[in-house]
């Protein structure tokens, strides 16, 4: 059992950045392939970005270039990040971090667990 929980979230001004967090609690974090999705209103769920154990990480390529992937194993962080640069208003959305055993999923189904998620809004 994994549980998640993200934040970071918030209101920016387009062009600006954020960051944000998910903080995994549970046995055998490590293990586990973490990923980012969001949703916005009226749309489905799309996939941005996962990263293995081994910190090897894998985009859409819709954020390629604008959206960094990290994790954080040492000293029983375990905290997957996502640096959001060069922000759009269209990238606001939801955001939701969840855990995977497979190996760079990228589909919802993939997923085991799933945080409750954490709103971005970029004005314009």
């Known amino acids: 059992q994994v549980q998640l929980v993200e934040s970071g979230g918030g209101l920016v001004q387009a062009g600006g950045s954020l960051r944000l967090s998910c903080a995994a609690s549970?046995?055998?974090?490590?293990?586990?392939?973490i990923g980012w999705f969001r949703q916005a209103p009226g749309k489905e769920r799309e996939f941005l970005a996962t990263?293995?154990?081994?910190?090897?990480?894998?985009?859409a390529d819709s954020v390629k270039g604008r959206f960094t992937i990290s994790r954080d194993n040492a000293n029983a962080k375990n905290t997957v990040y996502l640096q959001m640069n060069s922000l759009k208003p269209e990238d606001t959305a939801i955001y939701y971090c969840?855990?995977?055993?497979?190996?760079?999923?990228?589909?919802?189904?993939?997923?085991?667990?799933w945080g409750q998620g954490t709103q971005v809004t970029v004005s314009s």
């Open positions: 969840a855990a995977s055993g497979g190996i760079w999923p990228s589909r919802s189904y993939e997923y085991d667990y």
């Open positions: 549970g046995r055998s974090f490590t293990s586990y392939a």
């Open positions: 990263v293995d154990w081994n910190g090897v990480a894998v985009y």
